[in-house]
């Protein structure tokens, strides 16, 4: 089974420009969740869907940020104009269920590492 | 005050010995623990969970919680150089994986 997929792994682009991360959850998985980490930092929540809805954004930093889940399935995030603070990598996880118990439990994916020069 | 704090180590430790990992939290109505493995480059990978007070045991691994001290430790026995990582601490308000708030995690070296 494939496991939680981002894309790109790394992006290098300049201040102001756009990027647009893509997260492919474990098939099924109706909770997706996006995190980052910046330099030196602990990683923070973004936000929560459930299915295709936005059922937590308050850890959004900014409203040059913007997630979408369309149809519930992958997931994209988009920053827009980057700015250098927005280095770090940003991880997206999924589960089944938000809830944990024995058998469900949260997937993390290795992340995409963005730097804004 | 950082919401969840851990020790950045490195902590060091010889094969065979007990890694001891800490972790405190400062939001006393916190609900969930979490403690994560990740190696260099990886993603976070969750190895043990904990909601009541006392100690949870699962192979080499024993987690433990006092919630009056808003403590919570993780105990590796039998250390082998494959557990050197970093292990990172999360916490929720929440009985599951809602908003988890990491630590900035402590990085584990087991020598051979």
């Known amino acids: 089974e494939a496991g939680v997929t981002q894309f790109p792994s790394h992006s290098v682009i300049e201040k102001g420009q756009t990027v647009t991360l893509r997260c492919d959850p474990i098939s099924g998985h109706d909770n997706l969740y996006w995190y980052r980490r910046v330099m030196g930092k602990e990683i923070k929540f973004l936000l929560h869907f459930v299915k295709e809805s936005k059922q937590d954004e308050s850890g959004m930093p900014n409203n040059r940020f913007l997630a979408e889940r369309t149809g519930g399935t992958y997931s994209t995030l988009k920053v827009q104009p980057a700015e250098l603070e927005d280095s770090g990598v940003y991880f997206c996880a999924s589960s089944q269920d938000d809830r944990y118990y024995s058998g469900n439990t949260i997937y993390f994916g290795e992340g995409s590492w963005l730097t804004v020069v | 005050q950082k919401e969840v704090e851990q020790n950045s180590g490195p902590l060091s430790v010889p094969e065979g010995a007990i890694a001891s990992l800490n972790c405190t939290y400062s939001?006393?109505?916190?609900?969930?623990f979490f403690w994560y493995r990740q190696y260099s480059g990886k993603s976070p990978e969750l190895i043990m969970s904990i909601y009541s007070n006392g100690d949870k045991e699962d192979g080499r691994f024993t987690a433990q919680l006092n919630k009056a001290s808003q403590y919570v430790s993780l105990l590796i026995r039998d250390s082998q150089p494959s557990d050197s990582a970093t292990y990172l601490c999360?916490?929720?308000?929440?009985?599951?994986?809602?908003?988890?708030?990491f630590g900035t995690g402590t990085r584990l070296l087991v020598s051979p």
């Open positions: 999360a916490v929720t308000l929440n009985t599951g994986f809602q908003k988890l708030v």
């Open positions: 939001d006393r109505v916190s609900q969930s």
